[in-house]
């Protein structure tokens, strides 16, 4: 039995005790309230309970966070979450990254959330406490079986980040170093993941993941209402929840949008990645509820499209949870995490709080009240009710597609993903966005029951005139002749006016609660900078040297790279551009590229893309950008040497390459561009005596012309000849290119010759492939999402302080 020296026990000890208190806390919160509401509570006995276990609830969550927190500041190897997730050259500012990289810190965090909006909403919710904090403390329940790390019947409950000391996994348990009883000293960890090394990674996590959280809050009162049987009077005390959800966690998503612009090198901002679809389709289908909400408050219809879309808000909340952390997806997106062998508990955890939801649901349908008559069809409140319609569909085909790796697993089918996911989705997406646009637009100007038809086009006539004239004059400038994309930008720009008319048509005092229109302006605005920004974006980074980019890499094309050469003068758009040289900082690796003049050739600007270094998981480029209030101009390394080079040696070359070619073919190098002009016959008596040769043998001279990256030509000669049986050969060497040509067969049959081009090891001249684009517009895009959420706060705001007037 080795005695192990310097491990930090204790911290796993404390870590496991706050995990275990906080299950056994929300346990007792969810029996005590569920009882509490089935039995009745007129001393508040059993609340009282419930209310104290959920304080050591939030006081154990906390301090879940904060023992791991200690755990990765003091680099606490000796646990594997620990060395999985960081090491000790991790800069602090990006302990929190690590923090929930993994699973297990990711469902902590998710726990954490849970506790305070569950803390807040013990206090606000009232008269419906007993059954909504019921049916939220049962998520927390469920949720902690996900880190409580036990063995019940040889089965694993969970994964435990402070139990699974590095020596007890089993991919570690036998390895020699292990051994050792002071391997704390030797060891380091494994290091984050360099994707992960930026400050969006930092906020974007826990905002979507308080997203996350409240969505339970509209379900749990949905759920409660359903319980009790109290159809309408959940509808009020729910709404600035489902509103807050909105804001936050579309807040959220758009935060991983200017992650992966910032940080990935795809080329924008959305991608379709299945992780981000999963936290998009809840997101739609919130919208559209919180948007019922609304119809039911003011008119006292659409009850039952309520419950089902904040029901399904939450269960496509854990179905995304099951995709990212079941491994299903592991193939297909960036963010997934590998399996932990706990998606039977994932299923579980989503399909329990669906058959309670839908369940109950489908039990209630017959009492909960109907409209009596039709809405009328040209009022707000049908109108609301097709686009949240629209919403769900769009939802639906988002998790279709999605979810294509998990048919495959249920039906055994073999099915492909889509080959481009972007044309895939937006081809799909392209006529929801423009449905919902024109809705946005003109339920401006319906009233709830019935509107005047003649009042209603006379006022939307304006806006469509003026949203016509600015989509003529848009697409014509940019060029846009796709009638799709056009009609979305007529959609969106005539919704744009009817908005802006609506917020300065209103009082001021109704201005104050104008929200809604600042967040549909908000909307607006993403849905137009997404359109314009990526159907417009222009890659310029179109080679323009001689060389063949493809003879390198097939996936290097011509059209869309760019190969620069060490102080080099390139032509690229409407600037010249050069490659000044690369400067190591740290681990990351930058490429100084300066943006000249064509004119003048002054310089004007210098980006700095960078390849950060990373040994475990592999180099990730990242992209610099130079913005402008009118365009970004976007640019990533698609290839450099991240070493620096050495002198070449004189008599060092590389592996030839061999090229059978015709007269008048091109040869394509990794340094040059060879032109094999012609073959004569030598009969020089002189080289040929040299040579030994006689007069039956054959003595011929290739001609060729090099041309280099900077497309100055070069000429070489090499000679092949026989003597005999035996075969003789003159390379060239040109000490300019670092290069020896070298003719060595020659095939009668074909017409056609053999050459062998060797390049010194080391060469001198250094080059990068870098591709670079041009997003116009894209600050329309980030305008908008900043108005969504500012708009959102202030009609949740509003609601509030108009709520506690009337109470």
Same mark, same amino acid.
């Given at each position: 039995?080795?005695?192990?020296?310097?491990e930090?026990?204790?911290?796993g000890?404390?870590g496991?005790?706050?995990?275990?208190?906080?299950?056994?806390?929300a346990?007792?919160a969810?029996?005590?309230?569920?009882?509490?509401a089935?039995?009745?509570?007129?001393?508040?006995?059993?609340?009282?309970?419930?209310?104290?276990?959920?304080?050591v609830?939030?006081?154990?969550?906390i301090g879940?966070?904060?023992?791991l927190?200690?755990?990765?500041?003091?680099?606490?190897f000796?646990?594997?979450?620990i060395?999985?997730?960081s090491?000790?050259?991790?800069?602090?500012?990006?302990?929190?990254?690590?923090?929930?990289?993994?699973?297990e810190?990711?469902?902590?965090?998710?726990?954490f959330?849970?506790?305070?909006v569950?803390?807040?909403?013990l206090y606000?919710s009232?008269k419906?406490?007993?059954?909504?904090?019921?049916v939220?403390?049962?998520?927390?329940v469920?949720?902690?079986?996900?880190?409580?790390?036990?063995?019940?019947?040889?089965k694993?409950?969970?994964?435990?980040?402070?139990t699974?000391?590095?020596?007890?996994?089993?991919?570690?348990?036998?390895?020699?170093?292990?051994q050792?009883?002071?391997?704390?000293?030797?060891?380091?960890?494994?290091?984050?993941?360099?994707?992960?090394k930026?400050?969006?990674?930092?906020?974007h996590?826990p905002?979507?993941f308080?997203?996350?959280?409240?969505?339970?809050?509209p379900?749990?009162?949905?759920?409660?209402a359903?319980?009790k049987?109290?159809?309408k009077?959940w509808?009020k005390?729910?709404?600035?929840?489902?509103?807050?959800?909105v804001?936050?966690?579309?807040?959220?998503?758009l935060?991983?949008?200017?992650?992966?612009?910032e940080?990935l090198s795809f080329?924008?901002?959305w991608a379709?990645?299945?992780?981000?679809?999963?936290?998009l389709v809840?997101?739609?289908?919130?919208?559209?509820?919180?948007?019922?909400?609304?119809?039911?408050?003011?008119?006292?219809?659409?009850?039952?499209w309520?419950? /089902?879309? =904040?029901? &399904?808000?939450? *269960?496509m $909340?854990l179905? +995304? #949870?099951?995709?990212?952390?079941?491994?299903? @997806?592991?193939d297909?997106?960036?963010h997934?995490f590998?399996?932990?062998g706990?998606?039977?508990?994932l299923?579980?955890?989503?399909?329990?709080?669906?058959i309670?939801g839908f369940g109950?649901?489908?039990?209630?349908?017959?009492?909960?009240?109907?409209?009596?008559?039709?809405?009328a069809?040209?009022?707000?409140?049908?109108?609301?009710?097709v686009?949240? /319609?629209? =919403?769900? &569909?769009?939802? *639906?085909? $988002?998790t279709? +597609? #999605?979810?294509?790796?998990?048919?495959?697993? @249920?039906?055994?089918?073999?099915m492909?993903?889509?080959?481009?996911?972007?044309e895939?989705?937006?081809?799909?997406?392209?006529?929801?966005?423009?449905?919902?646009a024109f809705?946005?637009?003109?339920?401006?100007y319906?009233?709830?029951?019935?509107?005047?038809?003649?009042?209603?086009?006379?006022?939307?006539?304006?806006?469509v005139?003026?949203?016509?004239?600015?989509t003529?004059?848009?697409?014509l400038?940019?060029g846009?002749?796709?009638?799709?994309?056009?009609?979305?930008l007529?959609?969106?720009l005539?919704?744009?006016?009817?908005?802006?008319?609506?917020?300065?048509?209103?009082?001021?005092?109704?201005?104050?609660?104008?929200?809604?229109?600042?967040?549909?302006?908000?909307?607006?605005l993403?849905?137009?900078?997404?359109?314009?920004?990526?159907g417009?974006?222009?890659?310029?980074?179109?080679?323009?040297?001689?060389?063949?980019?493809t003879?390198?890499?097939?996936n290097?094309?011509?059209?869309?790279?760019?190969?620069?050469?060490?102080?080099?003068t390139?032509?690229?758009?409407?600037?010249?551009?050069?490659?000044?040289g690369?400067?190591?900082?740290?681990?990351?690796?930058?490429?100084?590229?300066?943006?000249?003049?064509?004119?003048?050739?002054?310089?004007?600007?210098?980006?700095?893309?960078?390849?950060q270094?990373?040994?475990?998981?592999?180099?990730v480029?990242?992209?610099?950008?130079?913005?402008?209030?009118?365009?970004d101009i976007?640019?990533?390394i698609?290839?450099?040497e991240?070493?620096?080079?050495k002198?070449?040696q004189?008599?060092?070359?590389?592996?030839p390459?061999?090229?059978?070619?015709s007269?008048?073919d091109?040869?394509?190098a990794?340094?040059?561009?060879?032109?094999?002009?012609t073959?004569?016959?030598?009969?020089?008596?002189?080289?040929r005596?040299?040579?030994?040769?006689h007069?039956?043998?054959?003595?011929?001279?290739?001609?060729?012309?090099?041309?280099?990256?900077?497309t100055?030509?070069?000429?070489?000669?090499?000679?092949f000849?026989?003597?005999?049986?035996?075969?003789?050969?003159?390379?060239?060497?040109?000490?300019?290119?670092?290069v020896?040509?070298?003719l060595?067969?020659?095939?009668?049959?074909?017409?056609?010759?053999?050459?062998?081009i060797?390049?010194?090891?080391?060469?001198i001249?250094?080059?990068?492939?870098?591709?670079?684009?041009?997003?116009?517009?894209i600050?329309i895009?980030?305008?908008?999402?900043?108005l969504?959420?500012?708009?959102?706060v202030?009609?949740?705001?509003?609601?509030?302080?108009?709520?506690r007037k009337s109470?």
């Open positions: 039995m080795i005695e192990y020296v310097g930090r026990l204790w911290a000890y404390l496991n005790t706050f995990v275990i208190l906080a299950f056994v806390a346990l007792l969810t029996v005590s309230y569920a009882l509490g089935i039995k009745g509570d007129k001393n508040h006995s059993w609340r009282k309970i419930a209310r104290s276990a959920f304080f609830h939030t006081f154990s969550a879940i966070v904060v023992t927190l200690i755990m990765l500041a003091n680099n606490m000796e646990y594997h979450y060395w999985q997730h090491n000790s050259d991790m800069q602090m500012r990006y302990i929190f990254s690590a923090f929930w990289e993994g699973q810190g990711s469902t902590i965090l998710w726990v959330w849970h506790s305070i569950g803390l807040i909403l606000t009232k419906w406490e007993y059954r909504v904090m019921a939220f403390s049962s998520a927390q469920m949720l902690l079986t996900m880190i409580l790390g036990v063995f019940i019947f040889e694993q409950f969970g994964s435990n980040p402070f699974m000391l590095l020596r007890h996994h089993p991919d570690f348990a036998n390895l020699p170093f292990l050792n009883p002071n391997y704390i000293q030797t060891i380091d960890g494994s290091g984050l993941n360099p994707l992960l930026n400050y969006w990674m930092t906020i996590p905002t979507l308080l997203g996350f959280a409240l969505t339970l809050v379900f749990s009162y949905a759920v409660a359903l319980w049987g109290s159809y009077k509808v005390p729910t709404i600035p929840w489902a509103y807050a959800g804001a936050v966690l579309g807040l959220g998503i935060m991983g949008g200017a992650w992966a612009y940080s080329g924008g901002f379709w990645d299945p992780v981000e679809n999963a936290s809840p997101w739609l289908t919130l919208v559209g509820g919180a948007h019922l909400l609304l119809i039911q408050r003011n008119k006292g219809a659409s009850l039952v309520s419950f /089902l879309l =904040l029901i &399904l808000t939450f *269960f $909340i179905y +995304s #949870t099951f995709l990212t952390k079941s491994g299903v @997806l592991g297909t997106s960036v997934a590998t399996d932990l706990l998606s039977g508990q299923v579980f955890y989503f399909a329990f709080y669906g309670i109950l649901l489908i039990y209630r349908l017959k009492d909960i009240p109907k409209k009596k008559e039709e809405d069809l040209w009022s707000r409140e049908f109108w609301m009710f686009g949240a /319609l629209i =919403l769900l &569909l769009a939802g *639906f085909q $988002i279709f +597609s #999605t979810s294509i790796p998990v048919w495959n697993k @249920l039906f055994g089918t073999e492909a993903p889509p080959a481009d996911p972007i895939h989705y937006n081809s799909f997406q392209l006529p929801f966005a423009i449905v919902i809705v946005i637009g003109f339920t401006q319906l009233n709830y029951r019935k509107t005047n038809f003649r009042n209603f086009i006379s006022k939307v006539l304006r806006d005139i003026i949203g016509l004239a600015f003529i004059a848009i697409g400038g940019m846009m002749k796709d009638p799709l994309l056009l009609l979305l007529f959609a969106t005539f919704a744009l006016a009817a908005n802006v008319d609506y917020l300065f048509r209103s009082t001021r005092v109704q201005r104050v609660k104008s929200g809604s229109a600042i967040a549909h302006i908000g909307f607006l993403v849905l137009m900078g997404a359109l314009i920004s990526n417009n974006k222009e890659i310029i980074s179109e080679n323009t040297s001689q060389y063949d980019l003879s390198l890499d097939t290097y094309s011509n059209k869309e790279n760019i190969l620069l050469m060490l102080d080099d390139m032509e690229m758009a409407q600037y010249n551009v050069v490659f000044r690369k400067e190591k900082e740290g681990i990351h690796v930058h490429y100084n590229v300066d943006y000249l003049d064509k004119e003048t050739n002054e310089k004007k600007f210098t980006l700095r893309p960078f390849v270094l990373n040994e475990r998981m592999g180099n480029a990242e992209p610099s950008t130079r913005h402008y209030w009118n365009k976007f640019t990533y698609k290839y450099a991240l070493e620096d080079r002198e070449p004189s008599d060092s070359y590389e592996e390459q061999e090229f059978k070619v007269i008048g091109t040869i394509y990794n340094s040059a561009i060879f032109v094999f002009d073959l004569k016959v030598v009969q020089n008596k002189e080289l005596d040299s040579l030994e040769l007069n039956h043998d054959l003595l011929v001279k290739a001609e060729l012309t090099a041309f280099d990256f900077d100055k030509s070069h000429k070489l000669e090499t000679y000849g026989t003597r005999g049986s035996k075969i003789v050969t003159i390379p060239d060497v040109d000490d300019n290119l670092y020896k040509v070298e060595f067969n020659i095939d009668p049959d074909e017409e056609q010759m053999e050459f062998r060797f390049e010194k090891k080391n060469k001249k250094e080059f990068i492939i870098m591709q670079a684009m041009i997003f116009p517009y600050n895009l980030w305008i908008g999402a900043i969504m959420v500012i708009g959102t202030i009609a949740i705001v509003s609601r509030l302080v108009k709520k109470s």
